[in-house]
Each structure stands twice: as structure tokens, then as C-alpha cells.
């Protein structure tokens, strides 16, 4: 779905646009900032750090100032009283500098004090897209993940030598949230979709990571050698996007009509509305 801003270029317009640009240069700024999570060592007692620069720990508190502390905030409200009881959550703080050229001297600086257990980047890890299915584990256990622990799963392999992935002539249906049919596990591998809940909207591919993507992965991925592997890669999807009882009802009904085999539904009430009792 795409849309189109038409408006006259005027004074106006310019104003807007010089707001935009500077609202990006002070985004783009504060994304320029670089975060740092410290862990104190079990020996020191965690401070209360809220409006300070510092932990009153004369060794860490002379790497703050040399390296330009910009802000550091504890991850526990309450450290010292909260200690007892988190002890290592509680000696966490999230310390945040300005200038990214010197991540590696600020964790060096960390490093070398006495008072820190680790110190690692507050970041996150894109992981690239590749073959997962050797980490699998509940497909296939060879221990990869513990070796007391290899053989148990469901035997996937061993199902797949004799029946193989699955037809795609049988449709499982999969009522959740929404999908995002554009996954690259499950390009293929949709064979209808309904937005039950909001049918007006005329779409039912949404580009969210929601719980309904990864459901109908597990089900059904691609056997592609890239991201996971799904139980029964060979069988073809029916996504329904549901949110109350009556999307739930139109999406069943219409998962008969199209003739599927297998339905899963991750929906739930605790008031038992006894409409979807009644169409199970």
C-alpha cells in the first residue's frame, strides 16, 4: 500500500523541510551516540547513579571523565537494596559516550578495572540469513546445543525418508495475528490468505515481524538451504489473520471452503465463547 504527498512548493514548504532536516541532523546524532553495558564486579556494592556521572569508584569514575561520560543509568531502580535479590541484574548500568571512535579504548579502559566484571557494547546483532537448520535442535538432536541431551526431538529426518516433506496438495491452515507472506521461508509456500479482521483493508501481507510469521515457518518453511526448515516443508499455507470471535468464525469457515487438512489456531479466551466451541 502507498500513498503520495502533493503540496505546492512555497514558503511553507520550505519551512517544513528545513524542520525535517534539522530534526534528522539531531536523530542522527543521538543514533551517533554509543552505549556500553558495564557489569560491577560481585565485590562492589552498586551504587544509585540516578542525575550523577558517576559511581563515586574512583577507578571507573576517572574512565567516565577522560572518555566523555555522556549519561549512565543503572538498570535496577533501586541497586543497593535491590542487590539482595537481582544480584547480578543489579550491578548492571548502561553507560553512554559521544564519540563512536572510541569504542574499542573505552572497553579496553573498563577492561583494566578491577571493579567490572565485563563490559560490552549495548547493541544488537543482525544475523545474517543463512542455513538454520543444523541449530534445529527439535527437529534433529545430535547434542548441538547439549550432548546429554542428543537424540531427543521428533525425528523429523527419519519421517522425512519415508514420507518426505509433505504434499503440497494438503493446505494447513494457520489462524494468528498476521504474516508477513513476503518471509523469504515462505515465498512459495502460501496458498491463500485472508484478512479476516480487517477485510476492508484490502491487504494480507503484513511486513511485521508478528506471531503468525514464525508459526507458519515452523509449519511449513522452505527446504531451501537457507533459514529453517519446517516440519511439513512439502504441505502448502492458508494464513488467516483473526483478532475477536467473529474474524476466528469467517476464518474457519473459509479454511473448509478451501479445503484444508490441518488447522492451527493461536487464538484463546478465558470466557470459552461457546460460538468457537461449537465450530471446532
Same mark, same amino acid.
Given at each position: 500500500m502507498s500513498?503520495?504527498l502533493r503540496t505546492?512548493?512555497?514558503?511553507t514548504t520550505y519551512v517544513v523541510i528545513?524542520f525535517?532536516?534539522?530534526?534528522l ?5 543521538s543514533?551517533?551516540?554509543?552505549s556500553f553495558?558495564l557489569r ?7 551504587p544509585?547513579?540516578?542525575d ?7 577507578g571507573?569514575?576517572s574512565v567516565?571523565t577522560?572518555?566523555?561520560l555522556l549519561?549512565?543509568t543503572s538498570?535496577a531502580?533501586n541497586?543497593a537494596t535491590e542487590a ?5 541484574l543489579?550491578?548492571?548500568y548502561?553507560?553512554t559516550?559521544? =564519540? ?6 573505552? &572497553?579496553?579502559?573498563? $577492561?583494566?578495572?578491577?571493579? %567490572?566484571e565485563y563490559?560490552?557494547r549495548?547493541t544488537v546483532q543482525l544475523?545474517?540469513y543463512?542455513?538454520y537448520y543444523?541449530n ?9 546445543i =547439549?550432548p546429554?541431551?542428543a537424540?531427543?526431538? &521428533?525425528?523429523?529426518? $527419519?519421517a522425512?525418508s519415508? %514420507?518426505?516433506?509433505g504434499?503440497?496438495s494438503?493446505k ?9 507472506t ?5 515465498v512459495?509456500q502460501?496458498a ?5 479482521t480487517?477485510?476492508? &483493508?484490502?491487504t494480507t501481507?503484513?511486513s511485521?515481524?508478528s506471531h503468525?510469521?514464525?508459526?507458519a515457518?515452523?509449519?511449513a ?7 529453517i526448515k519446517?516440519?511439513?516443508?512439502g504441505t ?18 473459509a479454511?473448509?471452503?478451501?479445503g484444508a487438512?490441518v488447522?492451527s489456531?493461536s487464538v484463546?479466551?478465558t470466557?470459552?465463547?461457546q460460538?468457537?466451541?461449537a465450530?471446532r
Amino acid at each position: 500500500m502507498s500513498s503520495e504527498l502533493r503540496t505546492p512548493v512555497g514558503s511553507t514548504t520550505y519551512v517544513v523541510i528545513i524542520f525535517l532536516s534539522l530534526l534528522l541532523m539531531v536523530i542522527g546524532e543521538s543514533w551517533a551516540d554509543e552505549s556500553f553495558i558495564l557489569r560491577l564486579a560481585d565485590t562492589e556494592t552498586p551504587p544509585t547513579v540516578s542525575d550523577s556521572l558517576y559511581f563515586s569508584i574512583a577507578g571507573l569514575d576517572s574512565v567516565g571523565t577522560e572518555m566523555g561520560l555522556l549519561t549512565l543509568t543503572s538498570i535496577a531502580e533501586n541497586p543497593a537494596t535491590e542487590a539482595a535479590e537481582i544480584p547480578r541484574l543489579a550491578r548492571m548500568y548502561i553507560a553512554t559516550y559521544a =564519540d563512536t571512535a572510541k569504542v574499542d579504548s573505552i &572497553i579496553a579502559r573498563y $577492561e583494566a578495572c578491577s571493579e %567490572i566484571e565485563y563490559v560490552e557494547r549495548d547493541t544488537v546483532q543482525l544475523v545474517p540469513y543463512t542455513d538454520y537448520y543444523p541449530n534445529q535442535w527439535t527437529l534433529n538432536n545430535t547434542g548441538q546445543i =547439549d550432548p546429554n541431551y542428543a537424540t531427543v526431538d &521428533i525425528d523429523a529426518p $527419519e519421517a522425512w525418508s519415508l %514420507i518426505g516433506g509433505g504434499s503440497s496438495s494438503i493446505k494447513v491452515a494457520v489462524l494468528d495475528q498476521e504474516f508477513w507472506t513476503g518471509h523469504p521461508d515462505l515465498v512459495g509456500q502460501v496458498a491463500g490468505s485472508l484478512n479476516a479482521t480487517f477485510p476492508e &483493508i484490502g491487504t494480507t501481507d503484513f511486513s511485521v515481524n508478528s506471531h503468525g510469521t514464525p508459526i507458519a515457518g515452523v509449519i511449513a518453511g522452505k527446504n531451501d538451504g537457507a533459514g529453517i526448515k519446517g516440519v511439513a516443508y512439502g504441505t502448502r499455507l492458508l494464513t488467516y489473520s483473526v483478532l475477536y470471535c467473529g474474524s476466528t468464525l469467517a476464518a474457519l469457515e473459509a479454511a473448509h471452503l478451501a479445503g484444508a487438512r490441518v488447522i492451527s489456531s493461536s487464538v484463546g479466551s478465558t470466557l470459552s465463547p461457546q460460538c468457537i466451541l461449537a465450530a471446532r
